[in-house]
């Protein structure tokens, strides 16, 4: 009779043991797969960068651009959200916007379609962008 | 070669075709008709991180990329 109870406890731990195995080898992958995917974004980003944008990022994390319609500077940080300072003439950081594409894309990505929203189409991007005061 | 670029949530999916082949042409122009239809902005990269958005399709554009509609975050 105890031998079959501690044979059920065995059982039960061996289970846990796998589930638990199972469990980090899945998290584990998927911390890869994201890695991977936004090794592969940031390629394609400084790929479509200027030289100039391009030693910015590599350098600060961060790039600058010239808005299409206004000529207004910009500063893109590395992230998806709430990353695209407005920046006066002294470089000094006026709003914050936040707009992305949608679905969900890597930083990378976000960076690179942003960038070409605000040196393309600048008032249609903010126009739906949200923004909040430095 | 030229290549379509489509940002997805693997970073991006990659098509390309020999713009001599008519039949490989006519199916990346289908393929910039859906995409363009379903919201996504066509943007040539023209280098030096200069781009330009594309409208309708350029069969000699080297590097066309294809990003989701915008959205306010």
Known sequence: ?134 | MATQIVMDHTGDSRHQFDPADAAAVAEAEARFKRLAGAGFAAVKRLGEGKSEILRSFDPTAEETLFIPRLQGG
């Open chain 1, 1 to 134: 009779m105890i031998w079959a109870e501690v044979g059920k406890v065995a059982v039960g731990a061996v289970l846990m043991a796998i589930s638990a195995g199972v469990t980090i080898l899945l998290v584990a992958g998927m911390e890869a797969t994201s890695k991977r995917v936004e090794r592969k974004a940031v390629t394609l980003l400084q790929l479509w960068l200027s030289p100039e944008q391009a030693e910015q990022y590599s350098s600060h994390g961060h790039f600058e651009v010239v808005g299409s319609d206004t000529g207004t500077r910009y500063r893109i940080r590395h992230g998806r959200m709430m990353n695209i300072d407005q920046l006066d003439s002294a470089g000094n950081k006026v709003c914050e916007w936040c707009f992305a594409p949608k679905g969900n894309l890597a930083a990378g990505d976000c960076m690179l379609a942003q960038k070409i929203a605000l040196e393309r189409f600048e008032s249609g991007a903010l126009a739906i962008a949200n923004h909040r005061p430095a």
